[in-house]
């Protein structure tokens, strides 16, 4: 049974995704202030943090930065805040998704279950053999999760390294932003495209070395994106 924590302020929406969730088969644990949301997010091991952003302690930018730093679990960001820059920030540190409110219940479910089911089925990969990708100086090691840039390691989110890699395995395919999000992150963009946006750029700084003139991952203005052989 996956094993989800909630940190949220407001003890009526709390109980209310903790309800939905639990007769959705998940196991719930709920913190009402963000010190000690982040304290037991670093402490116990849960398959997923559904984090409000406004909390009284550590704000929701913190937690979600120092939750990054240590373990790759999916990170699911609420605010009631519908500011671009918000999510902009909220992606950057490391989210996997963001949600506003008012939201309805049906739909923190199925993000929930979405990003649990594509999460198990990395993890649980058991390859004998390490499947690597290589390019132009870019080796993505699929088993191990991890990427070299002309030899030097770089740190990749959960969803950084899963759009890298498939780009890398579809080369000089364009995707649109649409297509990307629902293949990254199984569901529909409900015209929200700031996620892909945030993530390219992310990888950009990554991997080029220029990222004003992109050498991997070009842009088609007005369709969407491709990797270049």
């Known amino acids: 049974m ?27 644990a709920v913190e009402n202030n963000g010190t000690d949301g982040l304290a037991r997010a670093l402490a116990e091991d849960f398959d997923m943090f559904i984090l409000d952003l406004m909390l009284p302690g550590t704000n929701g930018f913190e937690i979600c930065k120092q939750i990054r730093e240590q373990k790759n679990t999916p990170i699911l960001m609420v605010s009631a805040k519908k500011d671009d820059i918000d999510k902009i920030r909220g992606l950057g540190l490391g989210a996997d998704d963001y949600i506003t409110k008012p939201f309805s219940p049906s739909e923190l479910v199925a993000r929930v279950k979405a990003h649990l089911a594509r999460y198990e ?39 950084e390294f899963d759009l890298l890699t ?21 569901m529909e963009s409900i015209g929200d495209i700031a996620t892909v946006t945030v993530h390219i750029k992310k990888i950009r700084e990554k991997i080029e070395m220029n990222t004003n003139k992109p050498q991997y991952i070009e842009t088609i203005w007005g369709v969407g994106y491709r990797f270049k052989l």
Request: negative net charge; charged residues 40%; aromatic residues 10%.
């Open 121 to 159: 089925r990395l993890i649980g990969s058991s390859e004998a053999k390490n499947n690597v990708i290589e390019i132009r100086g870019i080796r993505i090691d699929k088993t191990a999760r991890r990427v070299w840039v002309n030899e030097e390691e770089k740190q990749f989110t959960t969803k």
């Open 2 to 28: 996956s094993k989800i924590l909630i940190i949220e302020d407001e003890e009526a929406i709390a109980d209310l995704e903790k309800d939905y969730l639990e007769l959705s088969g998940f196991e719930v």
């Open 166 to 186: 498939f780009l890398a395995e579809h080369p000089n395919h364009v995707y649109t932003k649409d297509e990307l999000f629902r293949e990254i992150w199984d």
